[in-house]
């Protein structure tokens, strides 16, 4: 049974930065596809950002490029994401989710494995 675990979130203000990470257990994480994803108060979860197992490719949202890092550790079976320049849109619960292949990275639906998540808050 693949776990997965998510820490780092917080209150920051505009402009901050945070380190969220994802710590996996249970299965084949050095094998697996990660993802983050994020769910704003009253809109639905979107993208964020992905890796892929072996770290060599990574994929982002175009509003998170140039301000958020993906990347990820597999002797530590973690995943983290790097957030600079945070803005108040930011605001929300982050996710990670592993999946195999790299189709439909992007696609929340694609991913069997959810953690439960870890607030940010941003404020301005």
């Known amino acids: 049974q693949v776990q997965l675990v998510e820490s780092g979130g917080g209150l920051v203000q505009a402009g901050g930065s945070l380190r969220l990470s994802c710590a996996a257990s249970?299965?084949?994480?050095?094998?697996?596809?990660m993802g983050w994803f994020r769910q704003a108060p009253g809109k639905e979860r979107e993208f964020v950002a992905a890796?892929?197992?072996?770290?060599?490719?990574?994929y982002y949202a175009d509003s998170m490029k140039g301000r958020f890092t993906i990347s990820r550790d597999n002797a530590k079976n973690t995943v983290y994401l790097q957030m600079n320049s945070l803005k108040s849109e930011d605001t929300g619960l982050y996710y990670c989710?592993?999946?195999?292949?790299?189709?439909?990275?992007?696609?929340?639906?694609?991913?069997?494995?959810w953690g439960q998540g870890t607030q940010v808050t941003v404020s301005s």
């Open positions: 989710a592993s999946k195999f292949g790299w189709v439909g990275i992007a696609s929340q639906s694609q991913y069997p494995h």
């Open positions: 249970g299965g084949t994480f050095s094998s697996a596809n």
């Open positions: 890796i892929d197992w072996s770290g060599t490719n990574r």
